[in-house]
């Protein structure tokens, strides 16, 4: 990857990862060919253990991993395989949020499985009677 091509902060098409963008791409697209999930998705982080430095490097002290990567999962609950993930690069500026990060989180993570008649679950952490009426509402 070369330095010199890559987008600078504050430009249109800036990617805070873009050195590892298209393995990341890359291996979301080869999970979706070579797996169909269940009707059962869970949604939640994972932890990706990293004591470097990193401008999202989260840290998490009642976590068996405290320090790491955040990385939101959408996963088929009977394997435990992940079928769509997004890596958690720190609150945003200059990006709403009117209905509240979980809210956002579960309906991108969600997303690919809606109008499949899937059913989504997720802890206490994402919930709100907002995300669930839009979850019936986009699933019917």
Not at 12 to 29: A, T
Request: aromatic residues 10%; hydrophobic residues 35%.
């Amino acid at each position: 990857m070369n330095s010199a091509t890559e987008p600078q902060c504050g430009e249109d098409n800036y990617v805070r990862l873009h050195k590892v963008h298209p393995v990341l791409s890359g291996v979301l697209e080869n999970i979706k060919k070579a797996y169909e999930p269940s009707e059962n998705l869970s949604v939640d982080k994972g932890m990706i253990a990293f004591k470097g430095r990193l401008s999202f490097r989260q840290c998490m002290p009642a976590k068996p991993t405290k320090y790491g990567i955040k990385v939101w999962i959408a996963a088929d609950s009977q394997s435990g395989y992940g079928r769509n993930f997004s890596v958690y690069l720190g609150k945003e500026e200059n990006v709403p949020q009117p209905n509240g990060l979980g809210y956002d989180v579960v309906t991108k993570m969600a997303r690919p499985f809606l109008k499949m008649h899937r059913h989504v679950l997720f802890y206490n952490f994402f919930t709100s009677i907002k995300l669930i009426e839009d979850l019936l509402v986009q699933d019917t």
